[in-house]
């Protein structure tokens, strides 16, 4: 008879760029097994003087050494996203350290929104909304239909999708941190 550990899981995450204000939200739970494990995570940071919103699923020490190379990468390419992007993903993909790590990253500023994956893959969002983990479908669709038939900015559609989503997927809470930042004049 084999042993499997528990693991853990869940996180929602979600991005909604509108009208230059960047929203970036992550639900609190954590989940070890079927245990939740912890209530007040913080799955979303800003990067790059505050001019960067990051998120993350997955495992958490994978999540902050990619935080780590990202922001390196966004002090070498000057801010430029889409390049610290790239990079980061190539590396990703090709460094023997790096490989292994389980996590994907949603990263944005006030003009564009991707996501980065360890099979390198770097996605842009063709409506300004991203979400990553266990709740992401929920989150995304509530996200979809709030753009689509409000006038809501950013940060209020992302509350209140990722509501729906805590109502919705067991492994998310509502003990939402949202971090947003707009777009310079």
């Given amino acids: 008879m084999s042993h499997n550990p528990p693991m853990m899981r869940a996180t929602t995450i979600l991005a909604v760029l509108r009208d230059g204000l960047l929203a970036m939200a992550g639900d609190g739970q954590v989940t070890f097994g079927d245990s939740i494990f912890k209530h007040k995570a913080r799955k979303v940071r800003?990067?790059?003087d505050g001019k960067v919103?990051?998120?993350?699923?997955?495992?958490?020490?994978?999540?902050?050494?990619?935080?780590?190379?990202?922001?390196s990468q966004l002090q070498q390419y000057s801010g430029d996203l889409r390049r610290s992007a790239v990079e980061l993903a190539k590396q990703w993909r090709t460094d023997r350290y790096l490989r292994p790590l389980e996590a994907e990253l949603i990263v944005?500023?006030?003009?564009?929104l991707l996501l980065i994956t360890g099979q390198g893959e770097v996605i842009e969002p063709d409506e300004g909304i991203l979400a990553i983990g266990s709740g992401s479908v929920y989150a995304l669709a509530a996200?979809?239909?709030?753009?689509?038939?409000?006038?809501?900015?950013?940060?209020?559609?992302?509350?209140?999708?990722?509501?729906?989503?805590?109502?919705?997927?067991i492994y998310t809470n509502d003990n939402i941190t949202i971090e947003t930042i707009r777009a310079e004049n």
């Fill in 46 to 48: 800003t990067l790059y």
């Fill in 53 to 71: 919103l990051v998120g993350f699923a997955g495992a958490v020490a994978d999540a902050l050494t990619l935080f780590e190379r990202f922001e």
């Fill in 108 to 112: 944005g500023d006030p003009g564009q």
């Fill in 143 to 169: 996200a979809q239909a709030l753009l689509r038939h409000t006038n809501m900015d950013a940060e209020h559609i992302t509350l209140e999708a990722m509501k729906i989503a805590a109502e919705l997927c």
